[in-house]
């Protein structure tokens, strides 16, 4: 049997370094904001090159607190991309904010600047919301297109808050995936990049008057001491036993990068030409949270995917319903064709096993599957 992401693989080898971290926590037994959180918190703002981090409780809450401390709310529009996990769009619903879609680029799976620039000009003369944010999503890796996002951001005087959940790792023109926005999010779930034993999550800030307000909302509010409450805030710690998991992780992080580089290679030299393996544009890196590829329409991806379940190989369809046709957004009001790219794509799309530690066998097994379907 073929995992979609194998994590034994991975413990096995650091299981030594991951071992003694975690007794040395249920040694000292400060498992609340331990010295491991902030030793993480330090060591992410040098692997991501940003001032600040802020260790959360899940990539949920990552960027849910950084709406929260820009007072985001009711009549407020957010800009984001159905074509992402529900996560994304369901703290700009919870806050009171509307989230208004934008479709997506059909080669990166990513928010299409110039149709952001439209939907943007659209809520303006409309007149009913007023913009404040946009959420762009480094989808499956990939770091979106900030030069042209940042552009739009200043034009119209929005903020950005990028969502790294799966960008952690990537790169665009030098700069990691986490330092793009005036804010950004990422999620430790373990089957992420960089994965904990369990629920975590980061925000990332080069500004330090948020980063200041972040930490207060994670811990209720909180002012100068424990029992002053200055804002309304929430639960938002990452537990020390997970940063300790974290540490050797992230040590092990950039290797597994370039590993996950070279398996993405591999798949793409054997299947292009037979589906339409992605395509990481010049000065980008992806950090290959999936790799996913189109087949030509949903019938034979669905032969592919069963010809490879036979073979005990498990593939994943990342996302079978966009997020304005999901029931828990029905009551804005979108349809069926509001966004032809992403629909088409939700219905074509799959995903194959990747991770750090694919064999080379594995992959070619894969590989052959996959165009032996495609012939049937
Ligand atoms: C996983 C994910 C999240 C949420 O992260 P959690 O840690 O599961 O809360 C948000 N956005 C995207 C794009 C994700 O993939």
């Not at 991501?48 to 260790?55: D, E, L, M, P, Q």
């Not at 703290?91 to 149709?115: C, M, W």
């Amino acid at each position: 049997m073929i995992d979609f992401i194998d994590l034994k693989e991975q413990y096995n080898l650091l299981e030594g370094e991951i071992v003694k971290s975690i007794l040395n926590v249920l040694q000292h037994g400060k498992y609340i904001m331990g010295p491991e959180v902030e030793e993480l918190e330090q060591k992410l703002c040098k692997y991501v090159g940003v001032k600040n981090t802020i260790a959360c409780s899940n990539g949920t809450e990552a960027l849910l607190m950084p709406l929260m401390a820009w007072g985001i709310g009711p009549g407020d529009a957010v800009f984001t991309t159905p074509f992402t996990f529900i996560a994304t769009a369901e703290v700009i619903a919870l806050i009171g904010a509307t989230p208004v879609f934008v479709d997506i680029n059909p080669d990166s799976f990513n928010i299409d600047p110039q149709k952001l620039q439209v939907k943007i000009e659209e809520v303006l003369k409309d007149g009913k919301l007023v913009p404040k944010v946009i959420v762009p999503v480094d989808l499956f890796g990939l770091p979106c297109e900030y030069d042209e996002i940042g552009k739009i951001a200043d034009k119209y005087n929005l903020k950005i808050l990028e969502d790294a959940a799966q960008g952690f790792g990537g790169e665009y023109k030098g700069k990691k995936a986490g330092s793009f926005g005036d804010a950004a999010g990422t999620s430790f779930f373990p089957a992420k990049p960089l994965g904990c034993y369990g629920d975590g999550g980061a925000i990332f800030t080069d500004d330090d008057e948020l980063a200041s307000i972040i930490r207060s909302l994670r811990v209720h509010g909180q002012g100068d001491n424990k029992y002053q409450n200055i804002r309304i805030g929430l639960n938002g710690r990452l537990d020390t036993l997970q940063a300790a998991i974290l540490l050797p992780k992230l040590k092990a992080f950039k290797k597994e990068l370039n590993l996950r580089n070279s398996a993405a290679s591999r798949y793409t030299l054997g299947l292009k030409g037979y589906l339409k393996t992605p395509e990481i544009p010049e000065g980008f890196l992806s950090s290959w949270a999936q790799y996913s590829v189109l087949a030509r329409d949903w019938d034979i991806r669905e032969k592919i995917r069963q010809g490879l379940k036979l073979k005990g190989i498990p593939t994943a369809v990342y996302y079978p319903i966009p997020l304005h046709l999901q029931k828990a957004f029905e009551y804005l009001n979108y349809s069926h064709g509001d966004f032809p790219v992403c629909e088409d794509i939700s219905s074509r799309i799959f995903s194959i096993p990747m991770h750090p530690y694919l064999k080379a066998e594995v992959m070619d097994e894969i590989i052959e599957t996959i165009i032996d379907s495609c012939q049937k």
